[in-house]
């Protein structure tokens, strides 16, 4: 429940995790941490396609643009976005934003914003920040969304017996829990001052 306030405090090897909607997290709150990941919003296709355009508008873009406010510059802020945002593209500044689904979009205006802000006047008083393109994240974890290819696949499998594949031309890229784990440390552990202020991963 988006509307529902969360959050879990915990420590693991040492170091202090707040997990909670971006909503409800403060300027002050914030300031305890060198480092904020935000992996809220709308994650899905599917799920965007059970909310209006202003819904998706406010968890995609204006809440990840809110927390980003919030920050200081000595701060790093870690978002995710999608390689299918670029599913538009004909040339390198060419954009058909009319090629892309709700959920491309909204990942694609929340890279442009984001970069907008960063190169405004305002930058040397805003942190680092770092947004990563994931594909299709699996794993185990008590999170991990049921809607995607690969649950599908097993329901299918269990459920009939066989899989249907239509396009064996198709090529679709899997990461894992672990390999996102394995990134998001590597990008921690560079220094601030060797970051340039928006980096595209």
Not at 151 to 163: C, E, Q, V, W
Request: net charge neutral; charged share 25%; glycine share 6%.
């Amino acid at each position: 429940n988006i509307d529902k306030e969360l959050t879990l405090n915990f420590v693991e090897d040492g170091i202090s995790h707040v997990e909670a909607h971006s909503r409800f997290l403060t300027k002050e709150s914030l300031c305890s941490f060198a480092a904020v990941v935000f992996l809220g919003g709308c994650s899905s296709v599917l799920a965007c396609s059970l909310l209006t355009d202003e819904e998706i508008e406010r968890e995609n873009v204006s809440a990840v643009l809110e927390v980003l406010s919030k920050l200081e510059p000595w701060q790093h802020f870690l978002t995710v976005s999608t390689p299918s945002a670029m599913e538009g593209t004909t040339r390198a500044d060419s954009m058909n934003y009319h090629l892309l689904n709700a959920y491309s979009f909204s990942m694609k205006k929340r890279e442009k914003l984001i970069k907008q802000v960063l190169q405004g006047k305002k930058q040397k008083l805003l942190p680092r920040v770092s947004v990563l393109r994931l594909g299709n994240v699996i794993g185990k974890s008590p999170g991990q969304r049921a809607d995607g290819l690969v649950g599908n696949l097993f329901r299918d499998a269990y459920t009939s017996g066989f899989l249907q594949v239509e396009d064996h031309n198709s090529v679709l890229s899997f990461l894992t829990l672990e390999d996102l784990g394995r990134a998001f440390e590597k990008i921690l552990s560079i220094p601030i001052d060797h970051l340039k202020h928006f980096n595209l991963w």
